[in-house]
């Protein structure tokens, strides 16, 4: 499927409030189709906040959200995800009491469009269980499908749930802190895996390993005190001077 060119999905001056909190004041960003668009800040930066407002799990308070052309400011998640919006978690959300296969099988739209008991019938479909089986093969998990869930190490559960996002049939892919919890190894594998993917998928990250991000996207968006204090190529950050005087100098 190749991708389009242009912008894809914009964030137009979004800001959000719990309370007498300010947790966005004004983001703003765009994210090109196929490209790797990474966000980044220190903890309670308002990352994670900004990837729940952009695909409508908290509305936002002022500003527009675009998708395609598309203002989808305010709608559900599910109404998000129906247009091509697809996320994974900071926190894993995954049925362990299955099998690999069942947790994507349960994740793709002709899943949720069977009626009666759809988890009996879906066995007996050999069209879900090849679509199911293509989603695992894009994330190298083709050879564990019928494992049980909970039997997969940390990493592949982290690679599983992105299959999952990825049972949606996305446009754009949303990953929060994809790396976290991983070794070395399994990082490396998620970095490789993550290549792989854009070649089919437009992809933004949160990512609190810097290295990791700076190695992969190809625009990065700064975010601290709920705004977008920088923005750029790797290359572009490296040279900025807030970036060299922060922490994240030593990194980039």
Known sequence: MPLLEGTLFEARGIQKR????????????????GSVHGIMGPNGAGKTTCFHVLTGFHAPDAGQIVFDGKDITGLKPHAIARLGVSRSFQIMNLFDDTVVIENVMLALPAFRAISG????ESFSDRQLIDAALAVLDQVNLGGRAWDN?????????????????????????FLDEPTAGLGAEATRALAALIRKLRQRYTICLIEHDMRFLFNLADRISVVHWGQV?????????????????????EVA
């Open 117 to 120: 008991n759809p988890l009996r």
């Open 149 to 173: 869930a909970k039997s997969l190490s940390y990493g592949d559960r982290r690679v599983l749930e992105i299959a999952v996002a990825l049972a949606a049939e996305p446009r754009i892919l």
């Open 229 to 249: 204090i920088a923005e750029g190529t790797p290359a572009e950050l490296r040279a900025n001077k807030w970036v060299a005087r922060s922490a994240l100098g």
């Open 18 to 33: 719990f309370g007498a909190r300010v947790v966005l004041e004004n983001i703003t960003l765009k994210i090109e189709a």
